[in-house]
């Protein structure tokens, strides 16, 4: 549940693939009572570091806060808060449904076209499809799919990129290695 002040946030955390770590990014989440709404980690655009996409529901102090508790871990090189409106992002949901139950309705193409959906797998026994989207989509076509008795679902996390033309963690980098040498 949200208050009126609260939205989404995503998180981009940066870091080298370190066992554990996804844990003590966890306990700053819990230890503020925030619940991580998504989680998505992945290799970046940069040889040898990871990028962990969290949203939350939160608002921006507390955020900024989160942030830089975040960034005090010995393993995150950098993290950054974003809003909607500063990201592109998309999740991928999959639906498996009985292939039966489908055949037997005249709609489903229609339905699977009104949703830009596509099908994966078709089997004796189900069919796979797949939706990708904002949340508000792969929910939609959930809730289209229901009287096909769902077998299984599944969201995936946010992935996002930033509007900006570059990677913010390569122009960090860029900044530090810049003070490391005019240090000499």
């Keep these: 549940m949200t208050t009126m002040d609260e939205q989404l ?21 819990t230890r503020r009572c925030l ?3 998504s989680l998505s980690v992945s290799p970046s655009s940069i ?7 969290i ?10 806060r989160v942030v830089q508790q975040i960034e005090k871990r ?15 992002y ?3 949901a999959l639906y498996k449904v009985p292939t039966r139950r489908l055949l037997d309705d005249k709609n ?17 026994e189900y069919v796979v499809i797949e939706k990708t989207g904002h949340t508000e989509e792969t929910e939609a076509l959930f809730q289209e799919l229901k ?30 290695n810049m003070r490391k040498y005019n240090s000499l």
Aim: aromatic letters at 10%; hydrophobic letters at 40%; one cysteine or more.
């Design 9 to 29: 946030f995503t998180v981009a955390v940066f870091s080298e693939n370190q066992v554990g770590l996804l844990n003590q990014i966890s306990i700053i989440f």
């Design 35 to 37: 619940n991580i709404e």
């Design 47 to 53: 040889e040898g570091i990871h990028k962990f996409i």
């Design 55 to 64: 949203t939350c529901y939160s608002n921006r102090p507390m955020m900024e």
């Design 74 to 88: 010995i393993d995150v090189l950098k993290a950054y808060l974003y809003t909607d409106e500063e990201i592109v």
């Design 90 to 92: 998309q999740e991928v």
């Design 108 to 124: 489903v193409e229609e339905i699977i076209r009104s949703h830009n959906a596509r099908i994966l797998e078709i089997t004796r």
């Design 147 to 176: 009287k096909y008795d769902i077998l299984q679902f599944v969201r995936s996390g946010r992935v996002a990129v930033t509007k900006d033309t570059k990677e913010h963690l390569s122009i960090y980098l860029t900044e530090q």
